[in-house]
């Protein structure tokens, strides 16, 4: 998944409407990237009623200091969109958190166990 909008940080102090259309662009984006991937593994749909495990790995685009409750927070968005386009609630989800170095541009790799 790409890196979260500087926006969507909860640190951002913008008002909620500013934020609305970047918010909903990253959920959209985030669902239609999960979508590709179910379109390539088609033997495979997570059960809407199973807890589904996930690791969530943040690879921020550069080396400022990040906290990390900052960094869950800022990708819920992403996470609805995932869990909308694998068709389950996002209380389903069952996320493992891990925080690694930096690469260009950032990213949020997300594997489903």
Known sequence: ?????AILSPNNRSHW????SPKQTYRLNCYMLTKGYLATARHWRPSPDCPLPVKIIFHPPDR???DDDNMISSFKSGRDGMADALG?????LRPEYH???????????????
């Open 88 to 92: 389950i609630n996002d209380r389903m």
């Open 64 to 66: 400022r200091h990040r």
């Open 1 to 5: 998944m790409p890196w979260p909008p």
């Open 17 to 20: 409407a500013r934020k609305l």
């Open 99 to 113: 925080f690694r170095d930096p690469i260009k541009g950032g990213a949020v790799i997300v594997e489903v166990e």
